[in-house]
């Protein structure tokens, strides 16, 4: 990744409808989660596939605000209702493709899925280094993904937010899936450029 | 045979009654191509993705069986059930007991056009299902009991207003008839449903072998929860949506919405491999893939209708097509509309129900320039009218436009007389009668003297030429505007050419537009084994009529299976402008000679015109001269599709007149004094719809003849 392949992703994913914050460290990603929870008035908030720090700082700054938050394995809820509940959805992308707008997400459980589609706005998080520039970037990656889990597997890209045409070929936004699109993209360059 | 025409008759008469129906229709149309046009602009690349989607597809088909084996044993292994169903029934059949086994009651679905194929709703209803289209356009014409009117968009048809009404209807409350308020609706509606289904059913747009894996392509965000949510999900998918790799998919996976949104790619793609757990529940999950043949392993050892098996379903060549704008994807279709609907319909619904719509496609040729995997849809579309007609006989009109080269040169030879007969009230009213030729169109003059005649008379000053060049001059130059002919004679001649006129005969295209191969191939291979020896010496071959150069330069080697002479002559054939421009700095001194009078003129380009560069050459050709030119168009065909306009009744000028409205009317508004084509059959159908008198550009080129 670099500066100007972080400039296209935010660029297209914002024509798209999406909003893209840039954070410069966990800390101000869970901030950003914050305000994004406030302003879409949430009071309960589903989060699956984060790296595990991530999902405790997010769970920690959430729960300090009083908001609820369900975390994997969902045994707490039943599924898929209780996720249909929230009202924000936080999974994790395993990359982003700047040219297309687009976060691929990876589930090798189906609940992930449920936190992407079913509340009314998604936040996916995806770390600068892991955009690459080109859609045709993604073969290699998608690959190195189906070879590592050789199971059951589902990549869903996710290209900002839900979007119909079906009346008369005019764009609205949400219909099934979220209305509103979020990317946090986490600045992990200190850990690529040592000091 | 009388019997379907008429009934088709019926239908476009019906829908020439409502004509602000073809007209929304045609607007969205419009908003199609224009977001396909601004996000090829931007893509890298351009256009070049479509070479590389035949290639694609084209191994991908011809590996077919290899690659089904190989996709079902990588899904089998990552614990999908992989299913092949010879035939609708046998998947109806496997979806029933599956349903049966597992005592569902409700399944929800995300748009699958081939489930739409195998009609698989009915069945499952019947057997007590609850069945629910989940896409907003499906659900729509699912709560109405019609069917899709287009591939992408199977609610075109359907105003806001209407929409609204639908649903207020079907959920017993009201609604407000705006997109915001429908959203809404929709979405309380379908949530439980989401929630709550047994089975989830969707389609698949691409199966990649190499990991197992399904792509469903969605917009809205259903088919994410439809695969998601029930603890079964099934994939009904035909065997020609596999390819092999990952990088195939994803070239796919672009191409697609680029050519039917502009997108790219779609909103979400969803790359399915086996089936995951939901949360630690320990509820088995299972995925059922069903492979479908129904007709796809004949097709694709047929050679008229492999290439069908190319389409990705993108929907671009319904958005151009200007005869289903008018008419839409009810009469244009059975269950696959659309062009791509006339090969597929016939390949899997039987060539009856083909045969009901194939005379809507007037053999534009523009779906083909749109299609993402170059299909050539006008040659498939013409391979089901010339079994349509092996069959079931040819209908008399099209019989007649079949003889034009006949009937022309009768004309000619009885030129006054003839010419007496076409201003002739009572004469017409017979010909509509005997020969299906409509009454009230104007047609050209015949000409006494042939090109042919004038052109045996007339002496070559060129002396060291630059290039040699066979004309081919096809009908309408040679026996109704022989000057026009001779125009381009001098045109060239002033260029420096040498210009011969070997022997030909008329380029046969309306064998193709109608249907009938064989004479076309006879026309084909007569045109090419006389010009083959030319080309070869190094004789360039140049046409003034569009259809006549595209003939030389697709069709033929279409025609003939790409025999080397047809190939030989391809290369060395032009259309004129396009010939002038690339030897502009040769032929520099022919220059000088446009009309510069000011007057403005606008441009038609013909269809057949697209494929063979811009279309635009004569206009670059004559602006460097000097003349006032400019493009007017719409982007779709003129309506006239060759002959077609000519026959008469509502399949006919009836149908040819309303697809050409929007065009004639942009004329009109557009203050132009007089409209420059080169297509001489256009000519007729613009110089009607706007009373604007319309000439060939040589004409401009060289005003003081003729
Ligand atoms: S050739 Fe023209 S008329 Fe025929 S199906 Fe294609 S676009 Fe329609
Ligand atoms: S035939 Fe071509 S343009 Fe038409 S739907 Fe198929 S791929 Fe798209």
């Known amino acids: 990744m670099n500066d100007t392949a972080l400039e296209s992703f935010t660029k297209r994913y914002e024509s798209l409808g999406g909003h893209v914050h840039a954070a410069g460290n966990v800390e101000s990603a869970a901030q950003a989660v914050l305000e994004i929870v406030r302003e879409r008035s949430g009071t309960r908030v589903a989060m699956a596939g984060l790296e595990e720090h991530l999902a405790a700082a997010f769970g920690r700054v959430l729960a300090e605000s009083g908001v609820e938050v369900l975390r994997e394995p969902f045994a707490s809820i ?68 189906f070879n590592e889990h050789s199971g059951a597997c589902t990549v869903s890209f996710i290209s900002g937010p839900s979007r119909t045409g079906d009346i008369e070929l005019i764009l609205t936004m949400g219909v099934h899936g979220p209305e509103a699109a979020y990317v946090i993209v986490l600045d992990d360059a200190e850990r690529r450029v040592p000091q | 045979m009388t019997e379907r025409y008429e009934r088709l008759c019926a239908a476009v008469s019906k829908a020439l009654e409502t004509p602000e129906r073809g007209t929304a229709l045609q607007r969205c149309m419009q908003r199609g191509r224009d977001s396909r046009g601004r996000a090829i602009a931007v893509l890298p690349g351009g256009e070049a993705f479509r070479a590389e989607v035949k290639a694609i597809k084209d191994r991908c088909i011809e590996r077919q069986d290899e690659l089904v084996a190989k996709f079902t044993a990588c899904a089998q292994a990552r614990g ?135 792509v469903i392509e969605t917009n809205e965000g259903n088919g994410r929860l439809v695969s998601t949510i029930g603890n079964c999900h099934v994939c009904v998918m035909g065997i020609e949506k596999i390819v092999d790799t990952i990088d195939e998919a994803l070239t796919l996976v672009l191409a697609h919405p680029v050519s039917s949104s502009g997108q790219l790619p779609t909103t979400y793609v969803t790359w399915m491999a086996g089936r995951a757990d939901m949360g630690d529940a320990g509820v088995p999950r299972e995925t059922h893939i069903v492979l479908l043949d129904n007709g796809r392993k004949a097709m694709r050892q047929d050679p008229g209708l492999r290439e069908a098996l190319n389409c990705i379903r993108c929907g671009a060549c319904m ?125 050209p003059a015949f000409s006494r003297k042939t090109f042919k005649q004038l052109f045996t008379g007339h002496t070559s000053s060129v002396e060291n030429p630059l290039r040699k060049v066979a004309l081919f001059i096809d009908v309408y130059a040679n026996f109704n505007r022989p000057d026009i002919g001779m125009a ?43 010009l083959a020896p030319l080309a070869r010496t190094g004789c360039d071959i140049v046409a003034i009529e569009p259809t006549a150069a595209y003939c030389l330069r697709h069709a033929y080697p279409a025609l003939l299976g790409h025999s080397r002479k047809s190939l030989e002559v391809a290369e060395r054939s032009f259309e004129i402008f396009r010939y002038l421009l690339d030897h502009e700095p040769e032929f520099e001194h022919v220059g000088g000679k446009t009309d510069r009078s000011g007057r403005r003129y606008g441009f038609h380009v013909s269809c057949h015109q697209r494929p063979m560069g811009s279309g635009r050459e004569a206009v670059e050709w004559l602006r460097h001269r000097g003349a006032r030119v400019e493009v007017i168009e719409t982007g779709t065909c003129c309506g006239m599709g060759g002959t077609f306009g000519l026959k008469a009744g509502p399949l006919g000028q009836g149908l040819s007149k309303a697809a050409g409205l929007g065009l004639c009317k942009k004329f009109k508004e557009s203050g132009v004094e007089a409209i420059v084509s080169e297509s001489s059959v256009c000519a007729i159908q613009l110089r009607e719809g706007t009373g604007l008198p319309v000439l060939h550009p040589v004409e401009l080129l060289l005003p003081a003849q003729g």
């Open chain 1, 78 to 145: 039943k599924l898929p209702h209780g996720i249909d509940e929230c009202q924000v959805g936080i999974t994790g992308a395993a990359f982003g493709i700047a040219q297309s707008g687009t976060l691929a997400e990876v589930a090798t459980n189906d609940a992930v899925r449920l936190v992407s589609g079913l509340p009314r706005a998604h936040i996916g998080v995806v770390k600068a280094s892991e955009i690459v520039e080109r859609f045709e970037d993604a073969a290699p990656r998608l690959r190195a993904i």
């Open chain 2, 80 to 214: 999908a059930h992989v299913y092949f169903a010879e035939n609708g029934a046998a998947a109806i059949d496997y979806v029933l007991q599956l349903a049966r086994k597992r005592g569902a009651a409700t399944i929800a679905k995300s748009k699958s056009l081939t489930t739409e194929e195998i009609e698989i709703n009915d069945p499952l209803i019947e057997a007590g299902l609850r069945v629910i289209e989940t896409d907003l356009g499906e659900l729509i014409i699912q709560l109405v009991h019609e069917r899709p009117y287009h591939l992408v968009f199977p609610a075109v048809h359907k105003l806001t207003a209407e929409v609204a009404a639908i649903f207020a209807k079907a959920l017993d409350k009201e609604v407000s008839p705006d997109i915001p308020s429908i959203m809404k609706v929709v979405r309380a509606y379908l949530r439980p449903i989401f929630l709550d289904a047994d089975i989830g059913m969707t389609g698949a747009n691409i199966g990649v072998a190499e990991n197992g894996s399904i």
């Open chain 2, 319 to 443: 958005n151009i097509c200007t005869t289903y704008g008018v008419v839409g994807g009810h009469t244009f279709g059975h269950i696959y509309p659309g062009p791509i609907g006339i090969p597929w319909t016939a390949a899997v619904h039987g060539l009856d129900k083909a045969a009901a719509f194939a005379p809507l496609c007037i053999s534009c040729g523009l779906c083909k320039e749109i299609c993402p995997a170059e299909i050539d849809l006008p040659m498939l579309i013409a391979e089901v009218k010339h079994r349509v007609a092996k069959r079931d006989g040819y209908h008399r009109a099209d019989r007649t436009m079949m003889s034009a080269e006949r009937f022309a040169q009768t004309g000619s030879t009885l030129a006054p007389f003839a010419n007496r007969a076409l201003q002739n009230r009572t004469a017409r009213r017979i010909m509509a009668k005997t020969l299906g030729i409509d009454a009230d169109r104007v047609l």
């Open chain 2, 488 to 530: 381009a004679v001098e045109c060239l001649e002033a260029a420096g050419c040498e210009v011969l006129l070997p022997e030909q005969h008329a380029s046969g295209y309306p064998y193709i537009g109608y249907g009938d191969l064989d004479r076309a191939r006879e026309a084909a291979a007569f045109n090419v084994a006389r």
